[in-house]
């Protein structure tokens, strides 16, 4: 079932690889710059692991919901929940709220996800977690922009998908 609300938000590799070792598999500025522009004023629903990545949490001018299945965890700071569906009933009335990671989260809430926000890296990357693979027939391209990131040497583009109504 499609949830209206529902978007995510993610950086992956033309190979849908999106970390390593709980880590990014690339340092993109402008990408950061990007995902706080998105997401500021939302909520964020992430796995614990994606929260533990973070250098500073909670992330400012968001609301950071963090789904885990240990019953002991606490983040300050944070909205401590149990299951997808939880989430889905905290974010009920948002116009939208923010998937951002990590994988066994992006393949939860994938098959509900009304948009996506991609940041497009045309390189491969050897990688220990993969975003779901996306079949683009599925999708609308609303919005795209492409870059050059003279750093890493490599082309990525800023993707804005919408989910094609199922016929």
Not at 133 to 138: A, L, N, Q
């Amino acid at each position: 079932m499609i949830h209206k609300n529902i978007s995510i938000i993610v950086a992956i590799a033309s190979n849908f690889a999106i970390g390593k070792n709980n880590g990014l598999l690339f340092h993109l500025p402008n990408d950061l710059k990007h995902f706080k522009e998105i997401t500021s004023g939302h909520s964020l629903i992430m796995g614990r692991n994606t929260l533990l990545s973070l250098p500073k949490w909670p992330l400012p001018n968001r609301r950071n919901i963090v789904i885990t299945d240990k019953k002991d965890d606490v983040f300050p700071g944070c909205e401590v929940l149990f299951s997808v569906n939880e989430a889905i009933e905290k974010v009920n009335n948002e116009t939208e709220a923010f998937v951002i990671g990590g994988g066994m989260v992006y393949r939860s809430f994938y098959p509900m996800a009304q948009k996506l926000y991609l940041t497009f890296v045309h390189k491969h990357f050897e990688a220990d977690i993969y975003f779901p693979e996306i079949d683009f027939t599925e999708w609308e391209e609303i919005m795209r922009d492409d870059f050059y990131d003279e750093n890493n040497g490599f082309n990525y583009s800023f993707l804005n998908l919408e989910r094609k109504p199922s016929l």
